[in-house]
């Protein structure tokens, strides 16, 4: 009987022993994640944002900037004004040939020409003329008047020497007794401008009132001659060409360049040695 009790007595000690044992042995499970109280973390607020960067209120901006004024010596250009044309190259002649006023006065009072005396021009990049007279008609032996067309603007000399050409060369040359010559047409004279009017080119004889151009000769009967026509009649045109040659030092014609294709010009440009250019093709 008591050793009945002991065993059980035993039994139950041990069976505490036992439970406080495994007790012992089993941790106690950390809490969940979920369970977990969040940290409390404190984010550090910016810095204020300086004055100078703070954005400017409506009432204090500034009024935009404008470009300076333009200078008064520069004034906007006008719409559709040409481009300015580049100044010409003065050049001058090789010898220059002083204007006479009184052979001038001479040409004029010889009734060989119908010409008026004009006021001297004097224009830029050195164009000009000190004694020209507009030339209106050259008068020939039989007192017939030749008109000039439109009267061009030259040098004394040159008118002088131009009307001679005319009078006793070209007029003789190509009239056959059955019509007679009644005004040469197409005539230039002084201009201020380059050669062949190329832009910077060198100073034409046209700017000094020393050369002509010379385009049609005008019967009474209508019909034309056409000084630069390469059909014309042979041995009139070499007529003209060899008077023209040996009265200028410059003649210019078809065969020359493009800008002498229409019409014949001369001039008394001085050279060194008394130097010619002569180009006129006849065929």
């Known amino acids: 009987m008591r050793a009945r009790v002991k065993r059980r007595v035993w039994t139950g000690a041990s069976a505490l022993m036992l439970a406080a044992s495994a007790t012992a042995e089993i941790p106690t499970p950390p809490p969940r994640p979920d369970d977990m109280p969040s940290p409390v973390v404190e984010t550090p607020l910016p810095p204020p944002r300086p004055d100078e960067l703070q954005p400017p209120s409506s009432e204090a901006s500034p009024a935009p900037a404008f470009p300076p004024s333009r200078p008064q010596d520069l004034p906007p250009p006008q719409a559709g004004?040409?481009?300015?044309?580049?100044?010409?190259?003065?050049?001058?002649?090789?010898?220059?040939?002083?204007?006479?006023?009184?052979?001038?006065?001479a040409?004029?009072?010889?009734?060989?020409?119908?010409?008026t005396r004009i006021a001297p021009i004097s224009d830029q990049n050195g164009c000009g003329v000190s004694a020209p007279?507009?030339?209106?008609?050259?008068?020939?032996?039989?007192?017939?008047?030749?008109?000039?067309?439109?009267?061009?603007?030259?040098?004394?000399?040159?008118a002088a020497e131009a009307s001679r050409w005319i009078a006793q060369d070209v007029i003789p040359a190509i009239e056959d007794g059955k019509s007679r010559v009644a005004r040469?047409?197409?005539v230039g004279g002084y201009e201020c401008r380059a050669r062949n009017r190329e832009p910077g080119g060198h100073l034409s004889e046209h700017a000094?009132?020393?050369?002509?151009?010379?385009?049609?000769?005008?019967f009474a009967d209508g019909h034309v001659f056409t000084l630069a026509s390469r059909s014309n009649d042979?041995?009139?045109?070499?007529?003209?060409?060899?008077?023209?040659?040996?009265?200028?030092?410059?003649?210019?014609?078809?065969?020359?360049?493009?800008?002498?294709?229409?019409?014949?010009?001369?001039?008394?440009?001085?050279?060194?040695?008394g130097g010619k250019i002569c180009q006129w093709d006849l065929r």
């Open 81 to 105: 004004s040409p481009p300015a044309e580049p100044p010409i190259a003065a050049s001058p002649p090789l010898n220059e040939r002083p204007e006479d006023p009184a052979a001038c006065d």
């Open 107 to 115: 040409l004029l009072a010889g009734g060989t020409v119908a010409a």
């Open 133 to 158: 007279v507009s030339l209106e008609a050259v008068i020939l032996a039989d007192k017939r008047r030749v008109d000039i067309e439109p009267h061009p603007v030259l040098r004394c000399d040159l």
């Open 184 to 186: 040469i047409s197409g």
């Open 208 to 218: 000094r009132g020393d050369a002509m151009d010379v385009t049609t000769i005008v």
């Open 234 to 273: 042979l041995t009139a045109a070499k007529s003209l060409r060899d008077s023209a040659c040996a009265r200028f030092s410059t003649v210019l014609g078809p065969g020359a360049d493009a800008a002498h294709e229409s019409h014949v010009h001369v001039d008394l440009e001085p050279r060194r040695n």
